[in-house]
């Protein structure tokens, strides 16, 4: 993309302060609390990921928790189940959404529908028959079907029971959603008779998608670059780029030289570029897959991070440990601790403290550890409760 103006130069610090009022973790309650809490968390970020590992909460909770700090489980199922505030599809990956942003999934179901899907090719119409009558008589889990015939699995994530891949395949074209969760088990319902919709709402176009994958980027990280905005997304890289080169001409964006980018653009919104000072008493123990955290080379960027996600590695050979949890203290990541939840015991195990950063300088050891240790009593005490 050419450059259309002379960039503003922007050190990391700055950076680091911008992204985090944009993710609001530079203060303690920005959603306040409840069910409401929760809606306005997932329609300020645009997505909170769900994930399967459970050796700590999964990470769907843990997101919310640490926006939320009186955060409950029942928040989210209230959210998802009986406001509707919510639902669940795919971003870059499997994510909670906000239900007033329904309107621009809609054209990737239609094209499931019309073209299917690559990972669900080998469904059968028997199947997708099948599932659909069970469908329309009510609410259906995986559980209520009893009577597959089992089937070889075509990759290592795909379910040997065909009515789920049906399932799945219904929810991917939009015919179906995800009502309820108990713990990881899914209730499908039929997306209208969920929602209670008659027809389902109108597509958004091409053009209005592109607006608004720009703007949830723009809102949720301050300062953004093209593959920032268009994570795991590289169709849509070219209309968003066309999109940000015009919002510079006429003033709504400005370039910025991000400090240590080199070559790669930077783009901000005018009044993002004054952001209050983060508290240095703020402490956040993170998923790794935090929307601060989830893209490795931004985060590596702006907070000189380089998080490893280990669970598939060999144990030999791990650094930070099988399910490391970055540390932020007010702006800056300092630590690592690899935490596994013993709920039998209902204790919170200490697997590995790395120190990183500027947690290495022994200077402020005492006074960080002291810090991090007084949010480990709070973060375990969300881990064991319900």
């Given at each position: 993309m050419p450059r259309l103006a002379k960039p503003l130069p922007l050190p990391t610090t700055q950076a680091r302060q911008i992204w985090?009022?944009?993710?609001?973790?530079?203060?303690?309650?920005?959603?306040?609390?409840?069910?409401?809490?929760?809606?306005?968390?997932?329609?300020?970020?645009?997505y909170v990921q769900i994930d399967t590992i459970n050796v700590i909460e999964r990470c769907h909770h843990?997101?919310?928790?640490?926006?939320?700090?009186?955060?409950?489980?029942?928040?989210?199922?209230?959210?998802?189940?009986?406001?509707?505030?919510?639902?669940?599809?795919?971003?870059h990956a499997l994510?909670?959404?906000?239900s007033d942003?329904?309107?621009?999934?809609?054209?990737?179901m239609r094209e499931h529908?019309?073209?299917?899907?690559?990972?669900?090719?080998?469904?059968?119409?028997?199947?997708?028959?099948?599932?659909?009558?069970?469908?329309?008589?009510?609410?259906?889990?995986?559980?209520?079907?009893?009577?597959?015939?089992?089937?070889?699995?075509?990759?290592?994530w795909q379910s040997r029971k065909p009515s789920k891949r049906a399932l799945q395949l219904a929810f991917y074209t939009g015919v179906a959603t995800v009502s309820e969760r108990q713990g990881m088990l899914k209730t499908y319902e039929l997306m209208t008779r969920h929602f209670?919709?008659?027809?389902?709402?109108?597509?958004?176009?091409?053009?209005?998608?592109?607006?608004?994958l720009l703007d949830r980027a723009l809102r949720s990280q301050g300062v953004v670059s093209l593959d920032s905005a268009c994570h795991l997304d590289a169709p849509s890289k070219k209309g968003v780029a066309a999109l940000i080169a015009s919002r510079v001409r006429r003033g709504e964006l400005v370039p910025v030289s991000l400090e240590g980018a080199g070559k790669q653009e930077h783009w901000a919104q005018p009044s993002a570029l004054e952001p209050g000072e983060v508290s240095a008493d703020l402490v956040h123990i993170l998923s790794p897959f935090d929307p601060l955290i989830i893209q490795r080379k931004r985060t590596s960027l702006i907070f000189g991070y380089n998080h490893l996600f280990e669970a598939y590695v060999p144990k030999a050979k791990?650094?930070?440990?099988?399910?490391?949890?970055?540390?932020?203290?007010?702006?800056?990541?300092?630590a690592a601790l690899d935490l596994k939840a013993d709920r039998q015991n209902k204790k919170l195990l200490m697997?590995?403290?790395?120190?990183?950063?500027?947690?290495?300088?022994?200077?402020?050891?005492?006074?960080?550890?002291q810090k991090i240790e007084d949010e480990l009593d709070r973060f375990e005490r969300f881990q064991l409760a319900e």
């Amino acid at each position: 993309m050419p450059r259309l103006a002379k960039p503003l130069p922007l050190p990391t610090t700055q950076a680091r302060q911008i992204w985090l009022h944009a993710q609001r973790l530079d203060t303690r309650a920005p959603f306040g609390e409840g069910a409401a809490a929760v809606a306005d968390a997932v329609a300020h970020l645009g997505y909170v990921q769900i994930d399967t590992i459970n050796v700590i909460e999964r990470c769907h909770h843990h997101i919310l928790f640490s926006r939320i700090p009186y955060y409950r489980r029942a928040d989210l199922r209230h959210a998802q189940s009986v406001d509707k505030s919510v639902f669940e599809y795919w971003t870059h990956a499997l994510s909670y959404v906000p239900s007033d942003d329904f309107r621009f999934f809609l054209p990737a179901m239609r094209e499931h529908r019309r073209e299917g899907h690559k990972w669900y090719a080998s469904v059968k119409p028997a199947d997708t028959r099948k599932v659909m009558r069970l469908l329309r008589a009510g609410p259906l889990t995986i559980r209520d079907i009893e009577d597959d015939v089992l089937t070889e699995k075509e990759h290592l994530w795909q379910s040997r029971k065909p009515s789920k891949r049906a399932l799945q395949l219904a929810f991917y074209t939009g015919v179906a959603t995800v009502s309820e969760r108990q713990g990881m088990l899914k209730t499908y319902e039929l997306m209208t008779r969920h929602f209670g919709w008659d027809t389902l709402p109108k597509p958004a176009s091409a053009k209005e998608i592109t607006a608004y994958l720009l703007d949830r980027a723009l809102r949720s990280q301050g300062v953004v670059s093209l593959d920032s905005a268009c994570h795991l997304d590289a169709p849509s890289k070219k209309g968003v780029a066309a999109l940000i080169a015009s919002r510079v001409r006429r003033g709504e964006l400005v370039p910025v030289s991000l400090e240590g980018a080199g070559k790669q653009e930077h783009w901000a919104q005018p009044s993002a570029l004054e952001p209050g000072e983060v508290s240095a008493d703020l402490v956040h123990i993170l998923s790794p897959f935090d929307p601060l955290i989830i893209q490795r080379k931004r985060t590596s960027l702006i907070f000189g991070y380089n998080h490893l996600f280990e669970a598939y590695v060999p144990k030999a050979k791990r650094k930070l440990g099988y399910f490391a949890l970055p540390v932020l203290v007010g702006d800056e990541i300092v630590a690592a601790l690899d935490l596994k939840a013993d709920r039998q015991n209902k204790k919170l195990l200490m697997q590995k403290w790395t120190w990183v950063g500027q947690g290495k300088k022994t200077a402020r050891r005492k006074e960080l550890k002291q810090k991090i240790e007084d949010e480990l009593d709070r973060f375990e005490r969300f881990q064991l409760a319900e």
